[in-house]
């Protein structure tokens, strides 16, 4: 059984698959395996993949149709054997001494998972993309060992929650006791298992060592995205996160950093909203309000003693009744808050202050 499992989402990478796989195979650390899960790709990256198993046993490559990286990760998480996991793009790359180090603290530290930096850089001209390059550093190396629930605390105190699933190292065995999985077809589809692999932790390490390298290019799966996709995949998210609650049955010192992420994503979609045009709102609103309603009606009791949470839910919901009395049409107003609806829900359903 290998050590580590380094699970690559491939699709249309030809260009950078070679870079991507010779970063796992120059490591200092080569007690690994490496799969391979073509999705689907229309170039020649499959190909390229099965040159790579042809010569090392280490390799597996999968080719399946494409499902879209969630599918692929999933599918990747399902054939790997390793006592830990790495999760890394086709088009990314990791430095020499990223697997010997994770491997070294996560077994010393008996941690279920290590949260780490990344360097970002743009492949092409830095003026088509509005990225913010150090958006994936981490300032902060706390030496500590902490629970999920403080270490979410923390990293949102300083600013630098990530959800990058290639900048996080897993015990597979914590991984699998809990049954993550990344959501399927919609974007954002790392959003959900992102904050759950943290909160749900009892031993965490955040260091500020930036193995992975972040590429942004032009046609990528993070610089393609449409609006209403990119919606839709944080309307669910807010729904699976409701679900997950009741599902999980949650303690109560989850509650303040759930409904959190939850008001989050609901600031998100107002956003995103609010900057389409006519003709997009019309289907955003068809779309996402059932989405929000299915998940909302879960539920998620908060206790009184949630007062930071509840604080914020109030602010959020007189922005929206701000942002309506602007509206001079009737039509056009009810249609552009619709999201005022959802935080009642939430008040009605989801913040129940218990007796």
Not at 254 to 264: A, F, N
Not at 308 to 329: G, P, S, V
Request: net charge positive; aromatic share 12%; with cysteine.
């Amino acid at each position: 059984m290998p050590k580590v499992s380094v699970i690559v989402s491939v699709y249309n990478v030809e260009k950078y698959i070679q870079q991507c796989v010779d970063s796992v195979f120059n490591q200092t650390f080569t007690d690994f395996e490496l799969i391979l899960v073509d999705d689907g790709s229309l170039d020649s990256s499959g190909k390229i993949c099965d040159s790579y198993a042809e010569k090392d046993n280490r390799v597996r490559v999968l080719h399946i149709e494409n499902g879209g990286q969630g599918h692929a990760r999933n599918v990747g998480v399902s054939l790997a054997q390793g006592e830990f996991m790495e999760f890394l793009d086709g088009d990314d790359w990791i430095t020499p001494d990223t697997l010997e180090f994770l491997v070294n603290e996560a077994e010393s530290k008996s941690l279920d998972l290590v949260l780490f930096a990344a360097h970002s850089f743009v492949d092409g001209d830095p003026k088509e993309f509005n990225v913010i390059i150090n958006e994936y550093n981490r300032s902060h190396n706390f030496d500590v060992v902490f629970d999920g629930v403080t270490c979410y605390k923390k990293m949102m105190e300083c600013d630098e929650y990530i959800t990058q699933m290639g900048m996080r190292f897993f015990s597979a065995s914590y991984y699998r006791k809990h049954g993550f999985a990344f959501q399927e077809g919609k974007l954002h589809e790392d959003e959900v298992i992102g904050f759950l692999s943290v909160i749900l932790a009892d031993r965490v390490e955040i260091v500020d060592k930036r193995f992975y390298q972040r590429r942004y290019r032009a046609g990528s799966a993070m610089t393609s995205r449409t609006q209403i996709a990119s919606l839709r995949g944080y309307a669910t998210a807010l729904a699976d996160l409701s679900r997950a609650y009741r599902k999980r049955k949650l303690f109560d010192d989850m509650e303040e950093p759930l409904v959190e992420r939850i008001i989050i994503y609901l600031k998100r979609v107002q956003s995103i909203f609010l900057a389409s045009d006519n003709g997009e709102k019309a289907e955003i609103y068809k779309e996402t309000q059932p989405i929000l309603k299915k998940g909302l009606r879960y539920g998620v009791p908060l206790d009184k003693k949630s007062k930071m949470a509840e604080r914020n839910l109030f602010t959020y919901e007189a922005y929206l009744k701000k942002e309506r009395e602007k509206k001079k049409q009737k039509k056009k107003a009810k249609r552009d808050c619709f999201l005022l609806k959802c935080v009642r829900w939430i008040k009605r359903h989801i913040i129940k202050t218990k007796e």
